[in-house]
């Protein structure tokens, strides 16, 4: 019985297939508000499900330099990895799996799939792909650290004098006394937060990695067809995975009483973070070079994280 | 950092967008847009002046004879045309225009295409000028697509070149005088002056065919046509000028 | 099981790799402003890829210059199946005012199958739209034809 609930965990909800769905839901809204903002109709909500089918159906070539292993199997370790992150994020106070140091697992699972790219690029043999995952690398160099000090700030306020690493405490403290967004103390990580968000992801402004017309794409240059279609699936599931933990850490305190009603309200809340930090910033700006991305990245948006974690460590 | 473009995006999120509809309401292009060609088979002339003037040599002909005449298959072929409209400027009786519509998409090379059959009676006459009315004001000449006439005004000479000559009748319209026509040729022959002859009989004696007698008697000149091989060693011959290569009555 | 939505999906999302064979650019300017708000191509989900391994249809322009034969024909070769070429303006279907010159090996019927041809000098950016349509539908019956 625990395994097929366990099971059902991992594959249904909120595992693979409820994370794929959304987060393709998530990337057409992406694509959708991108579109109204540059004043023009844009592509229906469902255009990413017809990308992923459409490159099922693409034949898979691989180059003759490339390494067939890790070539196929960067992908499906990311969508692995992603899918497992889910079980750990509380939905509308529901977790899968709870520990007590969640949030260091969370941290680690979330640097795979940008692994997965690296390995995915650097197995193809394309002088282009190497370019691109060093970009990678040093993206991910940059907003892990603040993306740390924002999970510590989180940990020690949610814990009083200890650090809670545990989502579920984190998710109780915020039903009994308030969201975290809303604790003055905690806006800076918010703040900081919201700008991790889209260089995880990898949209624009921080999209220095895929760069499309500089680098032919960058880490992805020599996929196709179904491999392609993978990693494609994996950054919507990544955008429905960082909003969600967005969400779960600092507006993860609403109960309304019906496990539906808060999955319902959850969903919303992401729908609402990938407007904001994802899709305006998206159509409003031009991509960045990396020198300028780690600067920013390691000056304003960790000054942030630091504020709020000096704020927190001092009582506040 | 600064966000120059962030009120916009968001005031246009909420307003309604700038794209046209598909497929396009309108269908044709705006003021005078040069778009596919439509042609007119029955008021072409056959000058050739398109074909000429024509860049991307995007033209083509196919002469078919038939009863009466030929019929001309004219091709504009879409997938070379340039849209310049050289073409249409060029048409001296406007049987090549340009539409507005510019829907040119097709899957076969036949959809893009554009034919047009002209009949051309048969003219059998050549060209020729009634010299004594010409005033060689040389707009024949100007006119011509082909460049088949030649005018000079100094020395008062008209030629045709009938090998050039298409037969399209442009120059005929463009004659001030109305001298031109496309008549049966006048044939030509020894013209015989009774004024100036002598009857001495040496054009007789030098005609290498036997073509001319003359008595001195009776003195009468006579010639047979069929048999005048049109040499010239009579008119040579004559010592008092009196014959001549000229339009003979038949 | 998913086929029918596979092969529905060939003709709603088509990605474009457009390249230029020695064109004078007039044609890759309409083409890039089939991508503007105005025309908006993307909401049929047509979007520019960044390379020839991840496109549908290729758009090609000019008159096929010696010098970028090569370079076409294996360029060409990197495009996954089902594709599906377009020939853009009337230099690639017949080399337009360049014919017979010594550099230009035009008509593109020699290397490759063309499937739609928009001819125009330049075609109107609807115009191209409706070749691009054309071509998605053209994928469609492709991607059947491949997996009967």
């Known amino acids: 019985m625990l395994i097929l609930k366990s099971l059902f965990y991992i594959?249904?909800?909120?595992?693979?297939?409820?994370t794929s769905c959304f987060g393709l839901f998530l990337a057409g809204v992406d694509r959708k508000v991108v579109a109204r903002m540059q004043h023009r109709i844009g592509p229906p909500l469902r255009q990413p499900m017809y990308d992923f089918f459409k490159l099922l159906g693409k034949e898979t070539i691989i180059p003759h330099a490339a390494n067939k292993l890790a070539f196929l199997a960067a992908p499906v370790i990311g969508f692995v990895s992603l899918a497992l992150i889910m079980l750990f994020i509380p939905v509308g106070g529901f977790t899968a799996f709870s520990g007590n140091a969640d949030m260091i697992v969370i941290l680690y699972l979330i640097t795979i799939p940008g692994v997965a790219l690296i390995v995915g690029g650097s197995s193809s043999g394309s002088p282009y792909a190497g370019i691109g995952i060093s970009r990678e690398m040093v993206t991910m160099m940059a907003y892990e650290l603040p993306f740390v000090l924002v999970l510590l700030a989180v940990a020690r306020k949610a814990g009083g004098s200890e650090l809670a690493f545990s989502m579920e405490k984190v998710a109780m403290w915020q039903a009994e006394n308030g969201n975290m967004l809303f604790q003055w103390s905690m806006i800076p990580a918010a703040i900081a937060m919201l700008l991790v968000v889209p260089a995880e992801v990898g949209t624009q402004p921080f999209d220095v990695a895929e760069a499309e017309t500089e680098i032919c794409e960058g880490p992805l240059i020599e996929y196709s067809g179904g491999a392609l279609g993978m990693f494609k699936l994996n950054t919507a599931m990544k955008m429905f995975v960082m909003s969600g933990l967005f969400v779960s850490l600092f507006l993860g305190g609403i109960r309304t009483g019906s496990v539906l009603c808060d999955i319902i309200i959850f969903i919303v809340l992401c729908v609402v973070v990938t407007i904001i930090c994802m899709s305006t910033t998206h159509a409003v700006t031009a991509r960045l070079k990396i020198e300028h991305l780690f600067k920013f990245y390691w000056t304003f948006v960790a000054g942030m994280a630091l504020c709020s974690l000096i704020l927190v460590w001092c009582g506040l | 950092m600064m966000f120059p473009f962030l009120k916009k995006a968001i005031t246009n999120a909420f307003t309604k967008p700038s794209t046209?509809?598909?497929?396009?309401p309108e269908g044709e292009g705006l003021g005078n847009y040069r778009g596919r060609i439509a042609f007119d088979g029955e008021k072409c002339i056959d000058?050739?002046?398109?074909?000429?003037v024509c860049s991307p040599a995007a033209i083509e002909l196919e002469r078919e004879e038939v009863e009466g005449g030929e019929n001309i298959w004219r091709t504009f072929d879409l997938t070379s045309c340039t849209f310049c409209a050289t073409c249409v400027d060029f048409c001296e009786e406007g049987?090549?225009?340009?539409?507005?519509?510019y829907h040119m998409v097709g899957t076969k090379h036949e959809d893009l295409l554009v034919k047009g059959v002209t009949f051309k009676k048969k003219i059998i006459g050549d060209l020729t000028c009634d010299i004594d009315n010409c005033i060689y004001c040389g707009l024949c000449a100007r006119n011509c697509p082909q460049n088949a006439i030649t005018v000079d005004r100094t020395t008062k000479t008209w030629q045709v070149d009938h090998e050039k000559c298409v037969k399209c009748g442009i120059c005929i319209g463009k004659c001030p005088k109305k001298v031109l026509s496309f008549a049966e040729p006048k044939p030509e022959g020894v013209v015989f002056d009774a004024e100036k002859c002598v009857y001495c009989t040496l054009c007789a004696k030098k005609c290498p065919v036997g073509a001319i007698e003359v008595d001195r008697a009776s003195k009468t000149w006579?010639?047979?046509?069929e048999t005048c091989i049109k040499c010239g060693a009579c008119i040579k011959g004559c010592p008092k000028q009196a014959l001549s290569m000229g339009p003979i009555e038949e | 099981m998913f086929n029918k939505l596979i092969n529905d999906s060939a003709s709603k999302s088509p990605w474009l790799y457009h390249i230029n064979s020695g064109s004078c650019n007039g044609c890759d300017i309409e083409l890039v402003a089939v991508l503007t708000p105005r025309y908006d191509a993307e909401r049929f989900g047509f979007k520019l890829a960044g390379t020839p391994r991840h496109a549908d249809i290729v758009v090609v322009s000019g008159p096929v210059t010696s010098q970028s034969r090569e370079r076409l024909i294996r360029t060409l070769a990197q495009v996954p199946e089902p594709k599906c070429v377009v020939s853009l303006g009337s230099c690639p279907k017949s080399g337009n005012v360049f014919k017979g010159s010594y550099?230009?090996?035009?008509p593109l019927d020699n290397f490759v199958h063309v499937d739609v041809s928009v001819a125009g000098c330049t075609p109107k950016p609807e115009a191209i739209m409706e070749g691009l349509y054309k071509a998605a539908l053209i994928l469609k019956e492709k991607r059947e034809a491949m997996h009967k």
């Not at chain 2, 046209?20 to 396009?24: I, R, S, V, Y």
């Not at chain 3, 550099?103 to 035009?106: G, Y």
Request: proline fraction near 6%; charged fraction near 25%; glycine fraction near 6%.
């Open chain 3, 103 to 106: 550099s230009v090996e035009a």
């Open chain 2, 47 to 52: 000058c050739g002046m398109c074909i000429k």
């Open chain 2, 95 to 101: 049987a090549i225009q340009m539409t507005k519509d």
């Open chain 2, 20 to 24: 046209e509809a598909f497929p396009c």
């Open chain 2, 222 to 225: 006579k010639i047979d046509r």
């Open chain 1, 11 to 18: 594959l249904i909800f909120p595992g693979a297939l409820f």
